[in-house]
């Protein structure tokens, strides 16, 4: 079973600052996704990364693709309360006859005012 | 469109006890999935399915069963159901190609006592 793991798994921060999540494993991944989930919701997607050494860039959100697509970050820059959520890497393994994505436990951001 | 809607969104079982779980889709999606999430955990696959009557086991499929009789439904069936079995469900769809992104349901908590 490949692992993905995720740190920190709490983040408790003021509005404003900067932060950054971290998603490793030691299996090699074809991409890796990023959602966020709100309570009560399921998650949604925030990015895709497939190339190795990928920066991308959504709002004050930076996603980057490890190298050697072993692991990943987000960076968030300025933070705000709607920031506030669980963000949720997943890592895409290929088979035969199906995608299936390995999911990390998750970062729960709080990020008050 | 509604996406992928999930009933219901809220039972409690006795142990023992049997339910299925209702999954839609309307975006004509051919993969779906059946993932749940424990705290601390992250979501685990249960079981997918790659189009109408094709479905195949995921990471923890033990006390579960599903069936795909057409493209826009997946329901997923306990049996026996036991305290272990207490989680939220998420119903998931995506479309064929990849890397492609899940659409999630909004989530079914489940308590067994």
């Known amino acids: 079973t490949q692992l993905l793991e995720q740190s920190p798994q709490f983040l408790s921060i003021q509005e404003g600052e900067n932060l950054t999540v971290y998603c490793n494993s030691s299996?090699?991944?074809?991409?890796l996704q990023w959602y966020r989930q709100e309570p009560g919701e399921g998650p949604v997607l925030l990015v895709t990364v497939v190339t190795g050494g990928e920066v991308k860039k959504l709002k004050r959100l930076t996603f980057q693709f490890g190298d050697a697509r072993k692991d990943s970050s987000l960076h968030i820059t300025a933070a705000q309360p709607g920031d506030t959520g669980l963000y949720l890497c997943?890592?895409?393994?290929?088979?035969?006859?199906?995608?299936?994505?390995?999911f990390g436990s998750g970062t729960q951001l709080t990020v008050l005012p | 469109n509604a996406g992928v809607t999930q009933t219901p969104k809220f039972r409690i079982l006795k142990i023992g006890q049997s339910m299925t779980l209702q999954c839609t889709q309307d975006m004509n999606h051919n993969y779906m999935y059946w993932y749940r999430q424990d705290p601390g955990m992250g979501l685990k696959l249960i079981y997918y399915s790659v189009g109408a009557g094709i479905t195949d086991k995921g990471e923890v499929p033990n006390g579960y069963n599903v069936s795909r009789s057409t493209t826009e439904d997946f329901p997923l069936r306990l049996e026996l159901a036991a305290p272990s079995q207490t989680s939220v469900y998420f119903c998931a769809s995506s479309y064929v190609q990849t890397p492609g992104e899940l659409f999630f349901g909004e989530g079914s908590r489940l308590t067994v006592l």
């Open positions: 299996s090699v991944f074809s991409s």
């Open positions: 997943a890592g895409e393994k290929s088979l035969p006859a199906a995608r299936q994505l390995t």
